[in-house]
T-cell receptor
Framework: AQKITQTQPGMFVQEKEAVTLDCTYD???????LFWYKQPSSGEMIFLIY????DEQNATEGRYSLNFQKARKSANLVISASQLGDSAMYFC?????????????WGAGTKLIIKP | DGGITQSPKYLFRKEGQNVTLSCEQN?????MYWYRQDPGQGLRLIYY???????QKGDIAEGYSVSREKKESFPLTVTSAQKNPTAFYLC?????????????FGSGTRLTVV
């Protein structure tokens, strides 16, 4: 069974609108972390935001926020006031447990295209 | 500045050749990873290493080999046994001390078989 599910292969959004990218996860661990990365067409992976399983507040980083609903096991990325430069692939990832040198489990990604 | 350097950015391989992709980090991270990405797809783990002189196979290790003789370096060799090596290859590193930041990635190498 997939541990990270991104149900939106692609999305088109009008510039300046808010965008929500979906991510659901599956884990039996109590301690875990959730990440979002952006991959522009150039290929580099850019870290956007992190949410720990024990964090009570939703994470925010500038125009990015993570809508963390623990009971539903969802960690959706919200981009406010979208810009043309937000066009990219977006990946959700999960770190399970703690300990030396964890691995991230990756979703399949969502391709976001911002229309002018 | 600390980071991960992958080289070359573009690489062309003839059929039957082995090629080596370089990955160097100066972040003092213990763990390093190699991923393969096909167009429009997600990341697939090839190999990873948590300490020097030790590494483990990922999901698609066949046709690839790695070494970890130094903490800073984790080169990936794409051997002639890899039948479809054309892809984008990403190297990453991580540290338990900075686990809230996930992985740090290099800028990638695009490998094409000619």
């Amino acid at each position: 069974a997939q541990k990270i599910t991104q149900t939106q292969p692609g999305m088109f959004v009008q510039e300046k609108e808010a965008v929500t990218l979906d991510c659901t996860y599956d884990t039996s661990d109590q301690s875990y972390g959730l990440f979002w990365y952006k991959q522009p067409s150039s290929g580099e992976m850019i870290f956007l935001i992190y949410q720990g399983s024990y964090d009570e507040q939703n994470a925010t980083e500038g125009r990015y926020s993570l809508n963390f609903q623990k009971a539903r096991k969802s960690a959706n990325l919200v981009i406010s006031a979208s810009q043309l430069g937000d066009s990219a692939m977006y990946f959700c990832a999960m770190r399970e447990g703690r300990g030396s040198n964890y691995q991230l489990i990756w979703g399949a990604g969502t391709k976001l295209i911002i229309k002018p | 500045d600390g980071g991960i350097t992958q080289s070359p950015k573009y690489l062309f391989r003839k059929e039957g050749q082995n090629v080596t992709l370089s990955c160097e980090q100066n972040l003092n991270h213990d763990a390093m990873y190699w991923y393969r990405q096909d167009p429009g797809q997600g990341l697939r783990l090839i190999y990873y290493s948590q300490i020097v002189n030790d590494f483990q196979k990922g999901d698609i290790a066949e046709g690839y080999s790695v070494s970890r003789e130094k903490k800073e370096s984790f080169p990936l060799t794409v051997t002639s046994a890899q039948k479809n090596p054309t892809a984008f290859y990403l190297c990453a590193s991580s540290s338990e001390r900075q686990s809230n930041y996930g992985y740090t990635f290099g800028s990638g190498t695009r490998l094409t078989v000619v």
